[in-house]
């Protein structure tokens, strides 16, 4: 089985309009980083040329369907049975999506069916991660 999950799903960015504004968002996972999932957003919708990657923690996408969850930049919330909240602040400003939860909890799914949370610790090279982190040969 592959360790990439792609999923293309619509969102409803919230603005003052009565009904928001439907965009298209990218939702990625890679067994390579385990741990993070990526939402990416083209550059029509963004405000720069090249769109914008959003990288954050699978476990809180997860836990953000059941209750509220996240600190930061990124916060996910249930809205109902249906909906779920994507609250994600920048510098440049703050964004506000709606997601059908159906298509985020299948978007997970295949992402533990990738790899599953009990593994997805077991490859990390945690002493080299952090080496690269601050910048040292080992």
């Known amino acids: 089985m592959s360790t990439t999950v792609e999923e293309s799903v619509l969102a409803r960015l919230v603005t003052d309009a009565p009904h928001g504004v439907a965009i298209p968002v990218a939702l990625g996972y890679s067994g390579r ?8 957003f083209p550059p029509e919708v963004s405000l720069h040329d090249e769109g914008v990657t959003w990288v954050f923690a699978r476990n809180l996408l997860d836990e953000g369907l059941r209750a509220p969850a996240g600190a930061g930049d990124v ?3 249930p809205l109902g049975a249906a909906r779920t909240m994507v609250e994600l602040r920048s510098p440049d400003g703050l964004a506000l999506l709606e997601f059908g939860t159906s298509a985020l909890r299948r978007f997970l799914f295949l992402t ?10 077991q490859d990390l090279d945690m002493d080299g991660a952090l080496a690269e982190l601050l910048g040292e040969t080992r």
Do not use: F, K
């Open 33 to 40: 980083d385990p741990l993070a999932v990526t939402m990416t």
């Open 75 to 77: 916060h996910v919330w």
């Open 112 to 121: 533990y069916a990738a790899v599953s949370a009990e593994a997805e610790n």
